[in-house]
């Protein structure tokens, strides 16, 4: 796939970098209700956007579980530490996934939090089927290796796709592989200079069905497309607030 146009997006970006602070915490704060009341609803979370911005500012909402309150809470913290791997050009590492997981399931299940899972398990309503628990520790130690060599001589946003889809193919927690590869895929886009991008609830369907064809297939074609116009759509925000800069 020719990533020419996105390439010439980030470096139109690039040309008005450093933003000013007050634009870079206005877009920040936006992206941070928008892409956790996204991920969180593509797992069946219940809060809308607007009860994920009060739940975030650390209000209760009644009729909604505390556990809902927990994965809003937790995927903002995900996010800050995403946020700060990329500010250190950290790489991926078994352990900065365990240590992003572990977030992702606090208060929710600390039990498994930041460990691979110990049993097989099944992605409903996919055909593919993740390697058994036992394979796991060699699948995700293969995984770091292919991410340190052949993945970084390829273009950031398929990387990015890579990494998500591979990841979520191992399907190496017992819950939370879903948030925790989103979360992967943007920290790839990040650490590049792109945007992070929102998958969003709507769009569930394609992504699974995109995701299935990956694993099944090998065929990463249509996940990547689908990405690459969500990293389109991400310039978008940016664009209206530097305007008239």
Same mark, same amino acid.
């Given at each position: 796939?020719?990533?020419?146009?996105?390439?010439?997006?980030?470096?139109?970006?690039?040309?008005?970098?450093?933003?000013?602070?007050?634009?870079?915490?206005?877009?920040?704060?936006?992206?941070?209700?928008?892409?956790?009341?996204?991920?969180?609803?593509?797992?069946?979370?219940?809060?809308?956007?607007?009860?994920?911005?009060?739940?975030?500012?650390?209000?209760? !909402?009644?009729?909604? *579980?505390?556990? %809902?309150? +927990?994965?809003?809470?937790?995927?903002? &913290? #995900?996010?800050?530490?995403?946020?700060?791997?990329?500010?250190?050009?950290?790489?991926?590492?078994?352990?900065?996934?365990?240590?992003?997981?572990?977030?992702?399931?606090?208060?929710?299940?600390?039990?498994?939090?930041?460990?691979?899972?110990?049993?097989?398990?099944?992605?409903?309503?996919?055909?593919?089927?993740?390697?058994?628990? !036992?394979?796991?520790? *060699?699948?995700? %130690?293969? +995984?770091?290796?292919?991410?340190?060599? &052949? #993945?970084?001589?390829?273009?950031?946003?398929?990387?990015?796709?890579?990494?998500?889809?591979?990841?979520?193919?191992?399907?190496?927690?017992?819950?939370?592989?879903?948030?925790?590869?989103?979360?992967?895929?943007?920290?790839?886009?990040?650490?590049?200079?792109?945007?992070?991008?929102?998958?969003?609830?709507?769009?569930?369907?394609?992504?699974?069905?995109?995701?299935?064809?990956?694993?099944?297939?090998?065929?990463?074609?249509?996940?990547?497309?689908?990405?690459?116009?969500?990293?389109?759509?991400?310039?978008?925000?940016?664009?209206?607030?530097?305007?008239?800069?």
């Amino acid at each position: 796939m020719n990533f020419k146009k996105l390439d010439q997006q980030k470096a139109k970006l690039d040309s008005y970098r450093p933003l000013h602070p007050t634009i870079v915490s206005n877009l920040r704060e936006d992206l941070i209700v928008r892409w956790t009341y996204n991920s969180n609803a593509i797992e069946g979370n219940t809060l809308t956007l607007n009860e994920t911005k009060v739940a975030l500012e650390g209000i209760t !909402i009644g009729g909604k *579980s505390l556990r %809902e309150h +927990f994965e809003a809470i937790n995927h903002k &913290e #995900a996010i800050e530490f995403v946020e700060g791997l990329v500010s250190k050009d950290e790489i991926l590492s078994e352990y900065t996934i365990k240590s992003l997981h572990a977030l992702i399931l606090k208060n929710i299940d600390n039990e498994n939090a930041g460990s691979y899972r110990n049993i097989n398990v099944l992605i409903s309503g996919a055909n593919h089927r993740p390697p058994s628990a !036992i394979e796991v520790p *060699s699948k995700m %130690e293969a +995984f770091v290796s292919w991410y340190k060599s &052949e #993945a970084q001589t390829l273009h950031a946003v398929e990387r990015a796709c890579r990494v998500h889809v591979d990841f979520v193919g191992i399907h190496p927690f017992s819950d939370g592989n879903g948030r925790t590869s989103r979360l992967l895929m943007n920290f790839e886009l990040m650490k590049s200079g792109f945007p992070p991008v929102i998958l969003k609830v709507e769009n569930r369907l394609a992504y699974y069905e995109a995701l299935d064809k990956a694993h099944t297939l090998g065929e990463y074609e249509d996940f990547i497309t689908l990405i690459a116009n969500l990293v389109e759509e991400s310039f978008e925000p940016y664009w209206f607030v530097l305007e008239n800069a």
